[in-house]
């Protein structure tokens, strides 16, 4: 069995997290009478909530470099008129349209980052203007005003995989999106086995690769029996395989490549990045640009979820997108984080919503609870890094017996001003 838990080591650091999600899940099927786990209400949390988490990917990025984007919501909504306008008004093709809105976040991304990156004026108070500033840029450009989408759009939003071929009970399009995701994961085990064995590392023992392997294919299949045998015509929703993809790109890029890792560099310590020789300003730039391009889409998918743009669209976003990455194991100050786990601070948000709503929970009551959750999320790592002990991540995730560093994860850190002529410490 210690074989076995060992083969989990070197995959998410929020593992632990998962294990509080899957307990906030059985919580609320249990007060709920088994509401939670059916077909119709696990699409809808996928769908009422894919443009948060996309969200969280980019401000992911942009928390691990020590900064804040508080205009998401606004950026959203700009780009989300923006294309309706477009489509509803100027009579440009849909596909045109969205195209258009990506291009649009992209000019928002660089003129946040300019500011950023060469000028040097905080995060906070650059997106704090442009929250601001994009915030009346919509209601201006739309005249306050609500304006349909067209069904194209509506589809990419709301819409669910398409059903084809012969009669298996369930969406065969869920269902194969199932198999793609078993193999898949059957390659990367025994690719990992095989590089193990190449570089002469300690490959775990067969049987621990199969059970894990096992472990997934149940959780895959379940899921894919949830989502495959919901009411005719529905299936997984569209916009969670684009979360899905997105979620692929966005891990590959933070943990294997060379702007991935100066993204850590500058967030663990800027100084000591830039004597190693990283971009820091491009670093910045790219960050924030990054992030607006994400807000950008994630307001399409809004207004095709909704339907239509309006002036409401994006209010307090960036709450709900910053307390999903900070729930999810991101540090306070930078340098820490994973992609996947503010995915699943994103979900413990998402199903934290949805039981409550479910349990008929009012407003007032629910803003309270996230933010008493959030508070406890964050006040556990704080206070743990100040005794020397692991985050709450890696407090659910160590090893038994193993030492207690007060480390988050392989970050750069130092404390107090750097010292060019001494070396950096790496944790």
């Known amino acids: 069995m210690a074989r076995f838990m060992d083969s989990f080591k070197g995959n998410v650091r929020g593992f632990g997290m998962i294990f509080a999600l899957l307990a906030l899940i059985v919580f609320f099927q249990w007060q709920t009478g088994g509401n939670v786990l059916t077909p119709s209400n696990a699409m809808n949390i996928i769908i009422n ?9 980019g401000m992911l990025m942009v928390i691990v470099i020590g900064h804040i984007d508080l205009s998401v919501g606004s950026v959203a909504a700009t780009v989300g008129i923006v294309v309706a306008l477009a489509t509803a008004e100027w009579e440009l093709h849909w596909a045109l349209a969205v195209l258009l809105g990506i291009a649009l976040g992209f000019l928002i991304g660089s003129w946040q980052g300019f500011w950023l990156a060469q000028i040097g004026i905080p995060g906070f108070i650059t997106t704090l203007a442009g929250m601001m500033f994009f915030r009346g840029l919509n209601q201006y450009i739309g005249h306050s005003k609500t304006i349909p989408v067209p069904e194209q759009i509506q589809k990419m939003g709301s819409g669910y995989l398409p ?45 621990a690769s199969i059970l894990k392997l096992v472990l997934f294919g149940v959780v895959i299949g379940y899921l894919v029996q949830l989502f495959g045998t919901g009411r005719p015509g529905t299936s997984f929703p569209i916009p969670g395989v684009i979360l899905v993809v997105l979620a692929i790109i966005y891990t590959f890029v933070t943990t294997r490549t060379t702007i991935g890792r100066h993204v850590y560099a500058v967030g663990g310590n800027k100084a000591a990045a830039a004597l190693s020789g990283v971009n820091t300003k491009g670093t910045y730039f790219f960050v924030m640009l ?52 503010s995915i699943i601070g994103g979900m413990v948000m998402a199903v934290l919503n949805n039981g409550l709503q479910l349990m008929s929970i009012g407003a007032a009551s629910q803003q309270m609870i996230k933010g008493l959750v959030l508070l406890a999320a964050v006040a556990f790592d704080v206070y743990n890094k100040t005794q020397g002990r692991p985050s709450i991540t890696g407090w659910l995730t160590r090893k038994k017996g193993a030492p207690s560093d007060g480390a988050s994860g392989g970050a750069i850190t130092q404390v107090g001003p750097v010292d060019p002529s001494k070396p950096t410490e790496i944790a």
């Open 49 to 57: 909530n894919s443009h948060v988490l996309i969200m969280t990917m």
């Open 290 to 341: 990054n992030m607006s391009v994400l807000a950008s889409l994630a307001g399409i998918l809004f207004i095709g979820r909704m339907r239509a743009s309006g002036p409401a669209d994006g209010l307090n976003w960036e709450l709900d997108v910053i307390a999903a990455v900070f729930i999810g194991g991101a540090a306070v100050s930078g340098g820490v984080g994973t992609v996947m786990g």
């Open 163 to 207: 059903e084809w071929g012969p009669n298996t009970g369930m969406n065969n399009s869920t269902l194969l999106l199932g198999i793609v995701a078993i193999l898949a994961l059957v390659f990367l085990e025994f690719r990992k086995r095989a590089r193990l064995t190449r570089i002469n590392a300690d490959v775990p023992p067969l049987y």
